[in-house]
């Protein structure tokens, strides 16, 4: 995955992974699919083929905190398959990739956020 880019095939999957037990933070996602422009080819350096949006934009439209719960359910959804043997393999390892990349997308975020200084509650 492209360190300023995210896949927009992704946050589909989030989102129908989320969409009938965490029905409030499919609809944030929902919302950044159905908003957030794709970057252009142009702009991609012809190096990816897929649909894909900015991180930033993507930070936007969800906020910080949706990222670190998404992370989270789809952890959840994982260790419940693993648990209860429900899902073949294949899938298993698409929803492993879909945690790295969300993942990746946290630790992007953490990288790029500057620090508030304003913010008396956050410890730099």
């Known amino acids: 995955m492209p360190t300023d880019f995210f896949s927009r095939q992704a946050l589909e999957l989030t989102f129908r992974l989320l969409r009938n037990n965490h029905p409030l ?5 929902k919302q950044a699919i159905d908003t957030i422009p794709n970057v252009s080819y142009e702009d991609l350096h012809s190096a990816y083929t897929g649909e ?4 930033a934009q993507l930070l936007d439209s ?6 670190g ?6 952890t959840e959804i994982g260790e419940s398959a693993l648990r209860d043997k429900n899902i073949p ?3 298993m390892t698409l929803l492993r990739t879909l945690i ?5 997308l946290t630790e992007w975020v953490l990288q ?3 620090a508030d200084q304003s913010d008396r509650t956050s410890y730099h």
Not at 25 to 29: R, S
Not at 52 to 55: F, S, T, V
Not at 69 to 74: D, E, G, T
């Open 100 to 104: 790295e990349d969300w993942v990746q």
């Open 69 to 74: 719960k998404i992370v989270s359910v789809l």
């Open 52 to 55: 894909m949006l900015l991180n």
């Open 112 to 114: 790029h956020t500057a």
């Open 62 to 67: 969800l906020k910080a905190h949706n990222l």
């Open 89 to 91: 393999p294949s899938h």
């Open 25 to 29: 933070l499919a609809h944030a996602v």
